[in-house]
């Protein structure tokens, strides 16, 4: 059995068969506060790969603080090979402010591979890649739809990746979008940097969602387990393969009003259907919004209010909508029935 040597991040050393919270230092607050991003590293005995899971990217997804604050609690992690490192609020400026933005309004998913001598953000995706990617031979970064949205639980790999497009299979969420990366993003500066990253989107900002919080949990796992890291005891895998999608597209309302929704996240629809009705505050001037193609819907509004030009539906383009379907209801239910559904089970 091989054994791990210690492990160095943040200038400091992880002994093997040990778990530690390390503070990179980040910045300094006005006030003259200092600003860490916190990583829990969990350092195993024996020889084996190193896999970064985090969440907080975006200051308002909560939704990934949670499924780490839960990862970090399964007990499997204690008897772990190879290192895992959890990283729950990468943009811990935008947590405290309940905002998806750094201090200078720059999107942190659009400023890798960042600079030492750049903004803010900019400095934050420097140490974040540094520190944290570059270690690691692979990464789950989670996220959430913006505020006033929300997201079918789903996975985004980048097109003709044959190994992500396998473990976000193994993941088991209803749908995996092969988008496009773009520049800026982390999944395109870990890409560069040789190092393949799962993006994990499902629920809302600033709010929790029970079904998207454990199906995240125990597709991150069930990617541990593959990389034999963990044991399978209690971990079942998919038995139904996700809906691939290579597209997507956003409908918008035409109208402001009142939004009244007819369908919703995880439904498969055909081009054409009436998915919601906005209507003036008197009820006198209705106008339908319908789907533009056939296909699944993967994000929607969920305020009741719009303006004109709002995106209130995400539909991703699939080609056989009866097949889609048979698997939608397939994998529900198997994430409803999975024993680790339970929390008790997880904790």
């Excluded at 190879?82 to 659009?110: C, E, K, Q, W």
């Excluded at 081009?271 to 209705?286: I, N």
């Amino acid at each position: 059995m091989a054994l791990q040597k210690p492990f160095e991040i943040g200038g400091e050393i992880i002994t093997p068969g040990s778990r530690r919270t390390i503070d990179i230092p980040v910045s300094v607050l006005p006030d003259h506060t200092p600003v860490t991003m916190s990583a829990h590293v969990i350092h195993g005995r024996r020889a084996g790969p190193v896999v970064f899971v985090s969440a907080g990217v975006h200051g308002d997804e909560v939704i990934g603080v949670e499924i780490v604050r839960r990862l970090l609690n399964v007990d499997s992690l204690n008897r772990l090979a190879g290192t895992l490192i959890a990283v729950p609020m990468v943009n811990a400026f935008g947590m405290m402010n309940l905002s998806r933005y750094l201090p200078d309004r720059r999107d942190l998913n659009r400023c890798f591979p960042g600079s030492d001598k750049g903004s803010l953000a900019s400095r934050l995706a420097h140490i974040f890649l540094t520190e944290i990617v570059k270690r690691s031979d692979l990464g789950i970064d989670l996220h959430s739809a913006a505020i006033h949205r929300t997201n079918l639980p789903q996975i985004r790999i980048s097109p003709g990746n044959a190994e992500t497009k396998r473990l976000a299979e193994l993941f088991g969420v209803p749908v995996v979008l092969r988008a496009p990366l773009r520049e800026g993003s982390l999944r395109a500066a870990a890409q560069k940097a040789g190092v393949d990253v799962l993006l994990y989107e499902a629920g809302e900002a600033l709010r929790f969602d029970e079904m998207a919080v454990r199906a995240g949990v125990l597709g991150i796992l069930r990617i541990l387990r593959d990389r034999r890291m963990i044991g399978p005891k209690g971990i079942t895998r998919p038995r139904t393969q996700p809906v691939f999608s290579d597209s997507s597209r956003w409908t918008r309302t035409s109208q402001g009003g009142l939004f009244r929704c007819y369908r919703s996240e995880g439904e498969v629809v055909q081009e054409g259907e009436v998915l919601a009705v906005v209507s003036d505050p008197f009820g006198e001037v209705e106008h339908e919004i319908t789907a533009s193609s056939d296909g699944i819907i993967i994000g929607r509004a969920v305020m009741p209010v719009v303006n004109e030009g709002d995106a209130v539906f995400h539909i991703a383009r699939v080609g056989n909508t009866d097949d889609a379907e048979e698997r939608m209801d397939a994998i529900s239910t198997q994430l409803e029935a999975d024993p680790l559904f339970d929390e008790d089970e997880i904790l």
